[in-house]
């Protein structure tokens, strides 16, 4: 951030990799930068899901989209690499490895195993499972490991960083600290026969409903399945800029994926339709129907302090595209909250689709500032999850 703000023309945004690279070569040498640039890039996108004190067993869910194991899972295998990274560097570098990267990712991978443990605890309770006690005997495990992952940076280097890293991190219940970790609540059923703990992934429950593709789908990119599509934005159909206007991806930016942002920030506003700078996604849905576009973007707010904040178009096909802000809310205090929470702004439209088939999604620039990461179309079938649905299978 300081490099940043000492000299912004300097570090696009197609630099950051390579400045992290930079950075950890200074560190650690040149040998393993690339690679350790890649686990702090990754950590920080999982970490910006949302702020690791605001974690709790209900955040991501575990019946739908696989979401919570697959969270879990990637936290694990991220916290893998970066362990066997610690073996392969010079011992010189380790203090502050440990320091700067590997007690980050392994603490977070930790907390993030701990609440989905929790999760399962529950879960298995309910169900009168008798891997119940089992999945409880997890989380007292994770929860010790996190207060020795602590001890074991408080003491390092004979405590040059003691301390610092020792905020109550578990147990929020709203915004301000307690004073103290505390464990959260497990289910314990008696009388149980002892079980092997099982994984924490467990395999997902749904009805999946999968369509033959008709030959007259060939050709675009992305076709709803369980009564939903799901699009990374950058992954547009066609992009259509202006002598002074062009769409940019910002790299690994963005909860799941990468994210597109028109440029330059101080580009004039924009009127929507015709040949104006937007977006296009071809999709195709299985009926006639209205479908709710929900639009993910990176929380952003109304730095213009004016009554209708940044705003953005939306259409399907060739109507008339609906304009939408994303931010004129943020003096309310509560929104303003769950934005920062969710370290993401969603945003819905409601559109007829009159024939089932080809149509095209088409997102507008109005102002200059916008971070589209995501686009979802709902046509019925959309399951509650903290990161939405993953993105549905392209047709080429």
């Known amino acids: 951030w300081f490099d ?21 070569a200074e560190q650690f ?23 690791p004190e605001l974690l709790d067993a209900n955040t991501y ?18 916290a ?4 066997l990274l610690n073996i392969q560097i010079p011992a010189e570098y380790r203090d502050a490895y440990f320091q700067l990267v590997l007690h980050p990712v392994k603490a977070s991978a930790n907390l993030q195993q701990l609440y989905t443990s929790v999760a399962l605890n529950k879960s298995y309770a309910a169900a009168k499972s008798p891997y119940t006690n089992s999945m409880a005997d997890m989380v007292q495990k994770l929860y010790i490991k996190d207060s020795l992952l602590s001890v074991q940076y408080n003491t390092l280097n004979n405590g040059k960083w003691s301390h610092m890293m020792d905020q109550t991190h578990i147990g929020y219940t709203y915004w301000q600290q307690p004073p103290r970790n505390r464990m959260p609540a497990v289910q314990i059923l008696e009388t149980q026969p002892v079980k092997p703990e099982p994984a924490v992934s467990r395999e997902e429950k749904q009805n999946s409903t999968w369509y033959l593709i008709p030959a007259t789908a060939r050709g675009y990119a992305f076709y709803e399945v369980d009564g939903y599509v799901s699009i990374d934005a950058t992954h547009f159909s066609r992009s259509i800029g202006s002598s002074k206007v062009t769409w940019k991806i910002l790299p690994d930016l963005g909860r799941t994926g990468s994210s597109i942002s028109p440029f330059p920030v101080t580009a ?12 296009e996604y071809d999709v ?8 709710k576009v929900q639009c993910y973007f990176s929380p952003t707010l109304n730095f213009h302090n004016d009554g209708d904040g940044l705003q953005y178009g939306v259409s399907v096909d060739n109507e008339q595209p609906q304009i939408i802000s994303i931010n004129k809310e943020d003096n309310n205090n509560r929104i303003w ?3 920062v929470a969710n370290n993401i702004i969603i945003k819905n439209s409601i559109h007829k689709a009159g024939t089932a088939g080809k149509h095209t999604v088409k997102i507008w620039m109005v102002n200059p500032g916008i971070v589209l990461q995501k686009i979802v179309l709902d046509l019925g079938g959309i399951k509650p999850s903290y990161l939405g649905p993953p993105e549905t299978a392209k047709i080429k």
């Open 4 to 24: 940043y703000a000492w000299n912004p023309e300097k570090i696009g945004a197609d630099d950051i990799k390579k400045w992290t690279e930079n950075w950890a």
């Open 29 to 51: 040498g040149p040998d393993h930068a690339a690679e350790i640039a890649d686990i702090l890039a990754q950590y920080g996108k999982y970490n910006g899901r949302r702020k």
């Open 61 to 78: 869910s575990l019946d739908n989209y696989n979401e919570a194991q697959t969270v879990t899972t990637l936290y694990n295998q991220l």
């Open 80 to 83: 893998e690499k970066a362990e």
């Open 268 to 279: 004039a506003n924009q009127k929507p339709g015709g040949g104006a700078p937007h977006l």
């Open 284 to 291: 195709y849905i299985n009926k006639a129907d209205s479908i």
């Open 337 to 339: 909250e769950g934005w």
